[in-house]
């Protein structure tokens, strides 16, 4: 058979049996990790339920990669090049073992996902291990070392506007993804999803200042500190709660406000997941909101939802669902 005759290749398709099991590892490092979002999962439908878990999954991975402290910078940006690597194969029809790119790409196939928003996730995420460019470093909190972190204390943004791309690439992406799942025609849900997902992650920053300067990252941007006369510096030992209050009230203002975009979303997107929207939403906002009750004292121990309070909102789902 001369080369020019030779059939084309035909991309890989997995077996059933292959994408059972798949969608089956997904669901369990969504049920097991997925804190908040496990809970709005649950009043989809089986089909985008799963879609998501394999999002989630994939996000897991990146956020794993980024956080691993046994690597350093420069290898855990290679082990995230090479996953994503491996991700563009996959779409490509290239045969592969891993569960978590089997699951993602029949949900991307499935759901017309665009490749760039998965693109865009992976990439939010290397922001967090990409080397600090010096210029940027405008103060001296920017050189002090941070006793025990992987990296020195840095505040990463000088602007909320910078902020903000940050902000698009983890979370307002997910928004995007999340609407292909639940399904919608008019563009104006895009926007609305953008800002959902900037609330969101506005919510989950301000509960994990102590967490994440533990790791080197300091997400207030540098402009708000310095507004309320703070530094990265005063992040070192044991931060005054009454001193941050002011600056975690800013950034909760602007995340209230971004909460309206999804109040606004609902009527875009389909019936059956507008309840599964709905628990997203509440779940996150009653969140920020037993922060503020607590004055949004972040630092004495972590404030989260019990598992009481979210089922609580999980079965107002249901009844929405059923009604």
């Given at each position: 058979m001369t080369a020019g005759a030779q059939p084309m290749a035909v991309p890989w398709t997995?077996?059933?049996a292959q994408l059972t099991m798949a969608y089956s590892v997904c669901r369990g490092i969504t049920r097991s990790a997925a804190k908040n979002f496990f809970y709005a999962f649950l009043v989809l439908p089986r089909h985008k339920r799963e879609a998501l878990c394999a999002v989630y999954a994939f996000m897991r991975r990146c956020d794993d990669i980024a956080d691993d402290s046994t690597?350093?910078?420069a290898e855990r940006r290679r082990k995230l090049d090479t996953w994503l690597d491996a991700l563009h194969l996959a779409q490509q029809g290239q045969p592969s073992d891993d569960p978590i790119l089997l699951a993602l790409t029949d949900a991307q196939r499935r759901y017309i996902i665009p490749a760039g928003l998965l693109d865009e996730l992976a990439m939010g995420t290397a922001m967090d291990v990409?080397?600090?460019d010096v210029e940027s470093a405008t103060n001296e909190d920017a050189a002090q070392p941070l006793t025990g972190a992987a990296s020195p204390l840095t505040v990463q943004y000088k602007t909320?506007?910078?902020l903000k791309i940050y902000c698009y690439r983890v979370a307002?992406?997910?928004g995007l993804v999340c609407i292909h799942v639940?399904?919608?025609?008019?563009p104006a849900a895009e926007s609305l999803a953008e800002q959902c997902g900037l609330a969101f992650q506005l919510t989950n920053i301000i509960r994990?200042?102590?967490e994440d300067a533990g790791m080197g990252r300091i997400y207030l941007p540098q402009e708000d500190l310095a507004r309320f006369g703070l530094s990265a510096a005063e992040l070192l030992s044991r931060p005054d709660p009454a001193r941050f209050r002011p600056v975690l009230a800013l950034e909760a203002g602007r995340a209230r406000e971004f909460y309206k975009a999804g109040d606004a979303l609902m009527p875009y997107i389909s019936e059956d997941s507008q309840p599964a929207l709905w628990v997203l939403i509440t779940i996150y906002r009653n969140l920020l909101e037993k922060i503020a009750q607590r004055q949004y004292d972040v630092f004495t121990a972590k404030v989260t939802l019990s598992v009481g309070e979210k089922l609580r909102v999980l079965a107002r789902g249901f009844l929405q669902r059923l009604t």
């Amino acid at each position: 058979m001369t080369a020019g005759a030779q059939p084309m290749a035909v991309p890989w398709t997995p077996a059933p049996a292959q994408l059972t099991m798949a969608y089956s590892v997904c669901r369990g490092i969504t049920r097991s990790a997925a804190k908040n979002f496990f809970y709005a999962f649950l009043v989809l439908p089986r089909h985008k339920r799963e879609a998501l878990c394999a999002v989630y999954a994939f996000m897991r991975r990146c956020d794993d990669i980024a956080d691993d402290s046994t690597l350093s910078l420069a290898e855990r940006r290679r082990k995230l090049d090479t996953w994503l690597d491996a991700l563009h194969l996959a779409q490509q029809g290239q045969p592969s073992d891993d569960p978590i790119l089997l699951a993602l790409t029949d949900a991307q196939r499935r759901y017309i996902i665009p490749a760039g928003l998965l693109d865009e996730l992976a990439m939010g995420t290397a922001m967090d291990v990409e080397a600090m460019d010096v210029e940027s470093a405008t103060n001296e909190d920017a050189a002090q070392p941070l006793t025990g972190a992987a990296s020195p204390l840095t505040v990463q943004y000088k602007t909320f506007e910078d902020l903000k791309i940050y902000c698009y690439r983890v979370a307002s992406v997910v928004g995007l993804v999340c609407i292909h799942v639940f399904g919608y025609r008019d563009p104006a849900a895009e926007s609305l999803a953008e800002q959902c997902g900037l609330a969101f992650q506005l919510t989950n920053i301000i509960r994990d200042v102590k967490e994440d300067a533990g790791m080197g990252r300091i997400y207030l941007p540098q402009e708000d500190l310095a507004r309320f006369g703070l530094s990265a510096a005063e992040l070192l030992s044991r931060p005054d709660p009454a001193r941050f209050r002011p600056v975690l009230a800013l950034e909760a203002g602007r995340a209230r406000e971004f909460y309206k975009a999804g109040d606004a979303l609902m009527p875009y997107i389909s019936e059956d997941s507008q309840p599964a929207l709905w628990v997203l939403i509440t779940i996150y906002r009653n969140l920020l909101e037993k922060i503020a009750q607590r004055q949004y004292d972040v630092f004495t121990a972590k404030v989260t939802l019990s598992v009481g309070e979210k089922l609580r909102v999980l079965a107002r789902g249901f009844l929405q669902r059923l009604t």
